[in-house]
């Protein structure tokens, strides 16, 4: 059997170790590297890309912006940065969208989704592409994350012994409403107005719990409605579940899914009926980052969906 010619680029850091270490063990590929002293060198990368069936980007915006010039077009390429989740020409890698999956195998330049954004996105796009939720709805959007999104210098900041106490306490960002995942979350889920996004990142590694509230009266649906049409969208997907309406426990907590690459749906409703919060829970290394990158992959060269997969 011949193999596929994968390269990593960008392979230590936390994502690109993550989808390394994914693909170590398939007997479907061969991993390409590359030499630590031309780690850094735009043209020695892109040669080593060009040797490549696919090759995943695992670097910073501008890293990944520098170096696809110089990809041949055939090199099928998944980038995992903010760079082109929202450029034309570039697919939108949330398989469970309806007509992603369809896309993917004849992809050649695959955006993977945003964690938090993934969190939104599969709570709120549906619905308004369902015309469950209006397009002009104004979208409120939490979302609690462990400290392993921050990088390897968030990372060292939360272990380092000698720490800030503030470190101890959830830590609320981006309170100027400015944050990377908006364009995605905005464009995607094809509303007119940003969403007010709050994320906020906690003493704890891995895990993040996205919630989205909505008024009833103004969306103009009940809650049984919308989770239902929720459940009815996701039915059968390998990879995200949606429980009931009112399924939630009365706590949940945000690392739940830790170490897994699915997402779970919850839907609850206030006892008159008029407010309704939408919850999604996933790990935002796995469903919001490098198990999100590895499932696209699959697709995208006819493998099993759930092939190297933590589910």
């Not at 002009?136 to 380092?160: E, F, M, N, W």
């Amino acid at each position: 059997m011949s193999k596929y010619k994968i390269f990593v680029d960008g392979s230590s850091g936390t994502t690109g170790l993550r989808i390394a270490d994914r693909l170590a063990g398939r007997e479907e590929f061969t991993l390409l590297t590359i030499p630590e002293a031309d780690r850094k060198d735009v043209h020695a990368r892109a040669a080593v890309i060009n040797q490549s069936d696919l090759s995943f980007l695992c670097l910073p915006d501008a890293a990944a912006r520098e170096v696809l010039p110089l990809v041949d077009p055939a090199v099928r390429i998944l980038d995992t940065s903010t760079a082109h989740r929202t450029a034309p020409g570039w697919l939108y890698g949330l398989p469970e969208l309806h007509g992603t999956r369809d896309a993917l195998p004849a992809a050649t330049r695959v955006a993977v989704p945003g964690c938090y954004a993934t969190g939104m996105i599969v709570l709120v796009a549906p619905l308004v592409r369902m015309g469950l939720l209006p397009k002009d709805y104004p979208v409120t959007c939490h979302g609690l994350s462990g400290y392993s999104g921050a990088g390897k210098s968030g990372i060292a900041q939360y272990r380092d012994p000698g720490r800030d106490i503030a470190l101890e306490s959830p830590r609320p960002y981006g309170l100027t409403l400015s944050h990377k995942h908006l364009p995605e979350m905005q464009a995607v889920c094809g509303l007119r107005t940003t969403p007010v996004f709050c994320p906020i990142v906690d003493d704890y590694y891995a895990g993040m719990e996205v919630t989205v509230p909505l008024h009833l009266p103004l969306v103009g649906r009940s809650a049984r409605e919308l989770a239902g049409a929720l459940q009815d969208y996701y039915r059968g997907e390998p990879v995200i579940h949606v429980h009931p309406l009112n399924e939630a426990p009365a706590f949940l907590p945000a690392n739940t899914l830790a170490g897994r690459d699915s997402l779970d749906i919850y839907t609850t409703v206030s006892p008159d009926g008029e407010r309704m919060l939408l919850i999604s829970v996933l790990d935002n290394l796995g469903k919001g980052s490098s198990g999100a990158a590895v499932q696209c992959m699959n697709l995208m060269l006819g493998l099993p969906e759930t092939a190297g997969l933590a589910l």
